[in-house]
């Protein structure tokens, strides 16, 4: 298995531009997990799925995020409008249902300027 | 809710000195893992501690479960610049994994 996998893993855009984020979690992991990353904050747990569906969202900032999973091999978060203070690594992860660890994909480093 | 928390937030060590990381959890935990972060990597597994007082090594790495399964800590003897990076632990309850804040490592070579 190629781990999970993350595009794209650099943006830039401007203030007020819609951006998505992509993850392809590991194939049979239950579990999906949306992190950001920033050194003020830490690692800030956004929303998680369990079988593609949305458990707990309230790491969620504010509105402007969504977060969605049609199947169990995709999944999207989405910043709409985007403003710079959404600039930071944003990771995604999987794991199973039975525990074990978290796998985090690479990360996509976000700039808003 | 759960809280994991992590003491220190940084630390600056000379290269050969040990250092150490605390994570303590507000609930009784499961097991607890330890992931490490290389500067500009992603979080990855290092290992996970499931019984009560447990202890196992990695090379220079020695992990601790505390006896009442709320604490835990990674000492790393005798540092050396490769393990540079952010260590982070996280506590599971149930099906939730919650990370600590993670502690950042410096080494000064």
């Known amino acids: 298995d190629a781990g999970v996998i993350q595009s794209p893993r650099h943006e830039v855009t401007e203030m007020g531009q819609e951006v998505t984020l992509r993850c392809k979690p590991i194939?049979?992991?239950?579990?999906l997990f949306w992190y950001r990353q920033t050194m003020m904050r830490g690692l800030e747990l956004l929303i998680y799925?369990?079988?593609?569906?949305?458990?707990?969202d309230s790491g969620m900032p504010e509105d402007r995020f969504s977060a969605k999973m049609p199947n169990a091999s995709f999944s999207t978060l989405k910043i709409q409008p985007s403003e710079p203070r959404d600039s930071a690594v944003y990771f995604c992860?999987?794991?199973?249902?039975?525990?074990?660890?978290?796998?985090f994909g690479q990360g996509t480093r976000l700039t808003v300027v | 809710g759960q809280q994991v928390m992590q003491i220190p937030q940084y630390q600056h060590v000379q290269e050969g000195e040990d250092f150490t990381t605390y994570c303590n959890s507000s609930?009784?935990?499961?097991?607890i893992q330890w992931y490490k972060q290389r500067p500009g990597g992603h979080p990855v597994f290092l290992i996970q501690?499931?019984?009560?007082?447990e202890v196992k090594k990695q090379k220079r790495l020695t992990f601790q479960f505390g006896e009442a399964k709320k604490n835990s800590s990674l000492h790393i003897t005798a540092t050396q610049t490769t393990d540079v990076g952010t260590y982070f632990c996280?506590?599971?309850?149930?099906?939730?994994?919650?990370f600590g804040g993670g502690t950042r490592l410096m080494v000064k070579p």
């Open positions: 992860a999987s794991r199973l249902l039975t525990g074990g660890s978290a796998f």
């Open positions: 194939s049979g992991h239950d579990y």
């Open positions: 799925f369990n079988n593609n569906v949305p458990i707990d």
């Open positions: 609930t009784t935990l499961s097991n």
């Open positions: 501690l499931v019984k009560s007082g």
């Open positions: 996280a506590g599971q309850v149930g099906n939730m994994l919650t």
